[in-house]
């Protein structure tokens, strides 16, 4: 950090969580036996490492969740005579000792890592740092304006700085991308999620030729995401410093790879979002905390990644702090064991996807023949596509697996139906059908088998599987829209003499509710009830994959190939039939069509045995 007049002032203290949000922070830092013990305190020797922690890092790299861990400025623990490594050592054993189960990537440091930037301050944290270089953990280091000469640029030349943190030092990391020919900026690349990542990490003042440097390494890495680290850039919240405009305006605003960027130099923390030139948001984060007790204590923030969620949750921890709960903690460190204020702990939604489509879209899969779709056991399959967007259906829509379950179109009211080029990205066909039912007057169209289909007698008494891709509109109102069959079979419960529940009831359909949850309800062989499954809640305008599973014995449920919870346990054996037809849209009440679906349908596949979730249309 700067000196006095370049700070804010000086927040006041903030007081821990009680209760369950106290006992939550320490079972989530992995620490919670620790300070619950009277007599074992967190070692302060490279040595007293784990067996755990001695192990060579090897985050996992295809994991969709994963850890950023970053440290500001320490500069206060190493200060002339009065340099206290502890901290920062027990941070860096933290990152090791929890390094797998937190999927802990990489490291960034801020800057400021000492007071005066002198030799001895630069070589003993350069000796803590040694902790991470026996294990092979990714990290970046940069100057900030108490490691170097604050009136220079990165063309400064020799310091004692750049003798322990130049490029010498991480030759040789798998992490390590290169570094610019004055030394003081770096890049490093590292993989999570699949996928690499580019940390640029620059100097506390760019010359001319490190924002020319900066912007060549972009320039070689055009499809990585970036999280660009300097020493000061956002001032406070919402606020960018003089300097801090001029990295945006010169290299963050027209570079829409920098999605993240993560400073120090001034307290408290806090952050500031801009729209860059693509018109994309840029998050841009403070975090400091030397103002506060021991220097800060060489806390380390947690950027938990988790793209499956589209979100990075946030978290600010002092290893050191909760590991001396076991000996007992002071007034002022009670205090600072767990900073819990919004520019401390907090989350950030990103969609991924969206946010990097711009330089790095992911390529759409491409469809996939019909021929690889029917698989052993394969009865039937529809799929629409290949016709023209918004023409309307007119003749048979072809059963793909050959067997003859045809399918022909049938209007009530004067309803069509339309092809579409929309499918779900993981759909075989690359199109479907628009349903345009409605309840009151019915009106829409939906398909059904022709009268000779061989499906229309089948019972599947050694199992099935039945899946679906749909999609509902914004308009989808449950008033008008609700309980319209995806998939059904007709013929009613007391025209099979099953007269449990309501005999006017269809054999089987595969419904959505007025609360848009997949439902499952059929009669099976061995019943003379209505056996159901029911699946959640799908919101509107997302295609969905849907899949019923029966192994002869027990039917399951699935969501995007995820099992839902209410799936029955009695047994349940095949599907009872009166050789009627099978319907797509449609759904029938005591015999007659009472709801057509109000959505757009992609590919149906019916199969005479249970598949396993990675043998589904969506995999």
Known sequence: MCTSHESGHEPALEAPQAGAGRRTFLRATALIGAAA??????????????????????????????????MPDTQYLFDGPSI??????????????????????????LGDLTQNGAAPEIAAIGEAF????????????????????????????????????GPERFKGKRTFGGASADGYNTFHVFRAAGREWLVLALDWRLSDKGYAWAKGVLAEHPTLPVILTTHELVAEDDS????????????????????????????????ATRKNAA???????????????????AMIRLYRFDLDRDTIDVETVSPWILGRAAKGINELERQEIELSGDADRFSVGIDFAERFAGFAPVPARPARPASRMVIPGTVAYWRFDGQTDGAALTGTVRDRSGHGNDLTPVSVGGGTLNWSSDHHPDQPGHGSLDFNGFK???????????????????????GYT??????????????????????SRTGTGGGAGKTGDDPDEPLATLSLSNDREPQWAMRPLNQQGIATNWGQETPLETWWHLAVVNDGRHTTLYVQGC??????????????????????????????????LHARLGDVRIVERALPVSAFMNH
């Open 37 to 70: 013990t009277t007599s074992v305190a967190l070692p302060t020797a490279a040595d007293a490492l784990t067996d755990k922690a001695r192990t060579s890092w090897r985050p996992d790299t295809e994991s969709r969740r994963f850890t950023l861990a970053v």
């Open 84 to 109: 206290d490594k502890a901290p920062v050592e027990a941070s860096l054993r933290y990152l090791l000792e929890h390094g797998r189960d937190e999927n802990i990537v990489f490291l960034s440091h």
């Open 130 to 165: 040694r902790l991470l270089d026996r294990r092979g953990v990714g990290y970046s280091v940069l100057a900030g304006n108490h490691d170097v000469k604050s009136s220079t640029t990165d063309q400064r030349g020799a310091s004692p700085y750049l003798d322990v943190f």
């Open 240 to 271: 960018l410093s003089e300097y801090g405009q001029q990295l945006w305006d010169r290299l963050i605003a027209d570079h829409d790879q920098i999605f993240l960027t993560l400073n120090g130099h001034y307290w408290p923390a806090g952050r």
């Open 279 to 297: 018109g994309h948001d840029v998050e841009l984060h403070l975090t400091n905390y030397q103002n506060r007790y021991f220097g800060g204590a």
């Open 440 to 462: 009151s007057p019915l009106t829409g169209a939906y398909l059904r088998t022709v009268d000779d289909a061989p499906l229309n007698s089948a019972t599947f008494r050694s």
């Open 466 to 487: 039945i899946e679906a891709f749909y999609r509902l509109p914004a308009d989808w109102d449950p008033s008008h829209h609700a309980w319209a069959g995806v998939v």
């Open 563 to 596: 099992p839902v919870v209410r799936n029955p346990k009695p047994a349940s054996i095949g599907i009872t039939s009166v050789g009627l037809p099978w319907l797509l849209g449609g759904y029938e009440y005591a015999g007659k069509i009472d709801q057509i």
